[in-house]
C-alpha cells in the first residue's frame, strides 16, 4: 500500500495538539523513564513515534506491523490493505453455433423402403464351406484407402464361421463386403462358434477372434494368420459365442470366451465366470454402477471386472440364458435383464424391478430399441414358435408366430424405413422377416433361406461407403437346402437410411466397440445415449448435446496476499438441452499435477446456448504455479457427442 505523502502535515498538527502524558521523572525529551527498550541519547536523527497507523509499517517500533487491525481473511495482512480484483471479464449468455457433428442424421422416411434386392450373394468358399449359423460380423481388415491406417474410412469387410456341407469341419472367412470377394478362409476353426472383429492387442490394427476345433478361443491377424491361442477352452464345446471389452478401463482389452476371461494380447486366461444351469449364454458388458471399470452380466449374475461375483439373480436358463444392459428408469446407472427361463429385470445392485412369464423358454438372444417411436426402449426375442416384443415396465406389447424350434435364433434392430421407430430383423428356420417394432406385423420376407438355427441373427451396416445400411444375414443345411451361404440385402430405391459402417461384435451396442475396430477404455453408456442393444439407430447419431467450458479471465489482486478470481463460461454446442446439474470443476495447475480449487453445478443449458459466465473467488494458495484448468462434467454423466472438448487452460502468468 502506498501512503499519500500530503497527509504528513496534517499528522504533524494533529500530535502537536495532543498532551504529552509526561510524568515528573520524564526525561525533557519527551521519552518515557520507564521505556527500557529506547535509549533517548542514542540517535538523535529519530523521531517520536506515534500510535500504529494501517499502512504496512511499524509505525511504534514494537517489531509488529499493523497489529491491532482486524485480518478476518486470514490472509496474514490487515483488511485494510487489502486489495480487491477488478469486475471481471464473464462470459454472456446468448446463442452459440451448434456443432453438426451432434445433430440427427436420420435422414427422414425411406420411399418404398421394403422395396428390397440382393446386392450379393456368397455359396462356397475355398475349402468347400457352403453354408454358415454365425451371425455376420463387420469391420476393417485393410488400408483400401491407402491412407496409412486402418479405420472405418475403409471398405469394410464381412466376416462369418462356415460349415462345409457334410459338418465335418469349420472355417473362418472374410469378404469384401462391396463385392464379396473373398479374401482369405482360415481351416480349423470351432463348428458354428462366434467371431468377432476387434483389435484386441491394441496395436492398432483389428484383429479377428473365433475358436479352433478344440474349443479354445484364437486371435488372428487382419490377414488371418494365428497370433495367439487360448490356454484353456471353454466350457462350452458346442456353438460358443466371443466377445470383447476393457474390462478395468486400462487400455489393455479382453476378451469374453463364454464363461471365461482371456488377456487380448497372450490369450492367457484371466478368470472364469460360473455358467449355472444356462446351457448357452454369452455376457453383457458395461459399466452398469459408473464406478469406472466395466461389469460382465452372465448367467443370471453379475461380476465386477475382476471375476468378483457382486449378486446372482438366482435366475436360470434350461435352454438359453441371453443377459442385457438397458436404461429402464432414467437414472445414469443402468438396469440388467435376463431372458432365460423367464424374462426379469434388475437394478444394478441386484434389486429385482419385476419378473414376467413370457411362453416357451427356449430364447434367443434378444435385442432392444425404441421400436415404436415414443421415444422409450422396448426389448424383444424370439422363443421356439412365437416372437415376444415388452414394453421395460414388463407390460407385453405384442407377440406373433414364427418357428424356431431347432434353436435360438437372435434378432436385432433398425430404423429401415426411416421413420423413427426401430423395424425387428429376424431369421427363423424358414424365412427372413423384417417385422414392424410397434406392431408385430411383417414388413418384408425372404423366403430364400434355411437354418437349423443358433444364435445367427441379422446384422446391419454400410459395407460398401454408398452412404445407405445393408442388411446380412447367413443360412445352412440343417434342416433344408439353403440358396446361399451369406446375403446381403439392400433397397431398390435410393438406398435404406445411413448407418454406420461396423458391426464387430454379437453383442453390438454402438458405443461398445469403436467405429475403427479398437476396444474403447471408458465407453460412453450405450443404455443413455442409445439405449439400444444388437440394434443401431440411423447413422447410429442422434441428436446429443455438447458442453464446452473456457477461462475467459483471471485477476490476481497481490501475488503476496491475493486474492484470486477466475472467470468461467460454459456454452452447449450440442442440439440436445443439457439439464440442471452437470459439474463444472476448476483446478490449479503446477507442473505436472492439477489441485482442485473450486465447483459448481450447473444451471440448464438449452441446446446451442451459453450460459452467464460464473466467478471462482479464491487465495493466493490456491493460484497454480502454470495458471487453470477447468473441466466440466467429468463424471460423464452427460453423453456428448464430443468428449473430448471438457476441458480448457489458461496459462498465461499473472505473477512472475
Known amino acids: 500500500m502506498r501512503v499519500s505523502f500530503s497527509l504528513l502535515p496534517l499528522l504533524l498538527v494533529v500530535a502537536c495538539e495532543i498532551d ?96 428390397v434386392k440382393v446386392k450379393w450373394t456368397v455359396d462356397t ?43 465335418s469341419k469349420a472355417g473362418i472367412v472374410a469378404f469384401d463386403g462391396a463385392t464379396g470377394a473373398e479374401k482369405w478362409v482360415y481351416n480349423g476353426a470351432g463348428f458354428a462358434s462366434g467371431v468377432a472383429v476387434a483389435d484386441v492387442d491394441a496395436d492398432g490394427t483389428p484383429d479377428v477372434l473365433g475358436y ?3 474349443g479354445h478361443p484364437i ?37 469374453i470366451a463364454y464363461d471365461t476371461v482371456y488377456n487380448g494380447t497372450t490369450g492367457k486366461k484371466k478368470f472364469q465366470m460360473s455358467a449355472g444351469s444356462a446351457t448357452y449364454a454369452i455376457a453383457a458388458v458395461g459399466d452398469v454402477d459408473l464406478d469406472g471399470d466395466q461389469e460382465l452380466a452372465f448367467a443370471g449374475k ?16 434350461s435352454y438359453g440364458m441371453w443377459p442385457i444392459i438397458i436404461q429402464a428408469d432414467g437414472d445414469a446407472e443402468a438396469e440388467i435383464g435376463f431372458v432365460g427361463n423367464q424374462w426379469t429385470l434388475w437394478d444394478h445392485d441386484g434389486t429385482n424391478i419385476y419378473k414376467r412369464t413370457y411362453g416357451t423358454a427356449q430364447p434367443g438372444p434378444p435385442c432392444a430399441g425404441d421400436f415404436d417411436g415414443d421415444g422409450l426402449a422396448e426389448v424383444a426375442w424370439g422363443a421356439s414358435a412365437t416372437f415376444v416384443e415388452y414394453e421395460l415396465d414388463g407390460t407385453k406389447v405384442w407377440s406373433v408366430p414364427m418357428d424356431d424350434s431347432s434353436g435360438l435364433a437372435g434378432c436385432s434392430g433398425y430404423d429401415v424405413d426411416g421413420t423413427g421407430g426401430l423395424e425387428i430383423l429376424f431369421a427363423d428356420q424358414s424365412t427372413f422377416k423384417i417385422f414392424d417394432g410397434a406392431t ?47 446375403t446381403v440385402l439392400e433397397h431398390d430405391g435410393g438406398g435404406w437410411p445411413a448407418s454406420g459402417s461396423t458391426w464387430g461384435i454379437h453383442d453390438f451396442a454402438i458405443t461398445n466397440l469403436n467405429p475403427d475396430g479398437s476396444v474403447p477404455a471408458s465407453p460412453d453408456p450405450y443404455w443413455n445415449k442409445y439405449n439400444v442393444y444388437r440394434a443401431r ?17 483471471v485477476c490476481v489482486a497481490d501475488c503476496d496476499y491475493g486474492p484470486v478470481a477466475v472467470g468461467a463460461w460454459v456454452w452447449n454446442a450440442g442440439s440436445v438441452d443439457v439439464e440442471a446439474g452437470a459439474i463444472l470443476e476448476l483446478y490449479a495447475v503446477d507442473g505436472g499435477s492439477e489441485r482442485l480449487v473450486g465447483t459448481e453445478a450447473l444451471p440448464a443449458i438449452a441446446a446451442g446456448t451459453s450460459i452467464e459466465g460464473l466467478q471462482f473467488d479464491l487465495d493466493i494458495a490456491d493460484l497454480g504455479a502454470d495458471g487453470f484448468r477447468v473441466k466440466v462434467d467429468t463424471t460423464g454423466a452427460v453423453s456428448e457427442c464430443d468428449e473430448a472438448n471438457n476441458e480448457a487452460d489458461w496459462s498465461d502468468t499473472v505473477c512472475p
Open 125 to 167: 468358399v475355398t475349402g468347400a464351406y457352403d453354408q454358415s449359423a454365425t451371425t455376420p460380423v463387420m469391420g476393417n481388415l485393410d488400408d483400401d484407402d491407402g491412407d496409412g491406417d486402418i479405420d472405418q474410412d475403409d471398405t469394410p469387410d464381412v466376416l462369418t464361421n462356415v460349415i462345409d456341407s457334410s459338418f
Open 537 to 553: 439407430v440411423a447413422s447410429d447419431q442422434p441428436g446429443t448435446p455438447d458442453l464446452v467450458p473456457d477461462i475467459t479471465d
Open 440 to 486: 408385430g406385423a411383417t414388413n418384408y420376407t425372404n423366403s430364400k433361406h434355411s437354418s437349423g438355427t443358433a444364435f445367427e441373427y441379422p446384422s446391419v451396416a454400410d459395407i460398401d461407403h454408398d452412404g445407405h445400411a445393408e442388411i446380412v444375414f447367413v443360412s445352412n443345411k440343417v434342416i433344408g437346402p439353403a440358396a446361399h451361404a451369406v
Open 20 to 115: 504529552s502524558g509526561l510524568n515528573a521523572t520524564d526525561h525533557k525529551t519527551g521519552f518515557d523513564e520507564g521505556d527500557s527498550g529506547f535509549n533517548p541519547n542514542g540517535d538523535t536523527d529519530t523521531a517520536d513515534l506515534s500510535d500504529e497507523v494501517c499502512n504496512g509499517e511499524d509505525d511504534d517500533g514494537d517489531g509488529k506491523v499493523d497489529e491491532g487491525f482486524p485480518d478476518d481473511d486470514g490472509n496474514g495482512r490487515a483488511d485494510c490493505l487489502d486489495e480487491d480484483c477488478e469486475v471481471l471479464d464473464l462470459g454472456e449468455a446468448g446463442a452459440v453455433t451448434i456443432d453438426p457433428v451432434c445433430e440427427s442424421t436420420s435422414g427422414g422416411a425411406v420411399t418404398d423402403p421394403w422395396s
Open 219 to 255: 486371435a488372428l491377424s487382419n490377414t488371418g494368420a494365428l497370433k495367439w491361442t487360448g490356454n484353456s477352452t471353454a466350457n462350452l464345446g458346442y456353438l460358443p459365442l466371443i466377445s470383447v471389452a476393457d474390462l478395468n478401463e486400462d487400455g489393455a482389452p479382453e476378451v
Open 302 to 317: 453379475l461380476y465386477d471386472s475382476d471375476g468378483t461375483l457382486l449378486w446372482n439373480s438366482g435366475e436360470g436358463g
Open 212 to 214: 479352433d476345433s478344440a
